[in-house]
């Protein structure tokens, strides 16, 4: 089986819960399963604030496998 790994940071709104670009991760889900690969595990690790203006940062690793 093949598989591909990747790093995706995720930017946490200032005010209020919640991803401000999940459209991100959903992007880069649906382009790897246009090339013929599926999701196999994620695994997201929170970094924390980056600065005055900026909200948490959450880096996930994607593991997609070969269909």
Known sequence: MQYVVLQVVLKEKLIGTGSGNLTQLEKVINDQAAKGYRLHTI??????????????????????EKL
């Open 43 to 64: 695994s997201p690790t929170s970094s924390g604030s980056k600065g005055l203006l900026g909200g948490d940062r959450i880096q996930a690793t994607l593991v997609f």
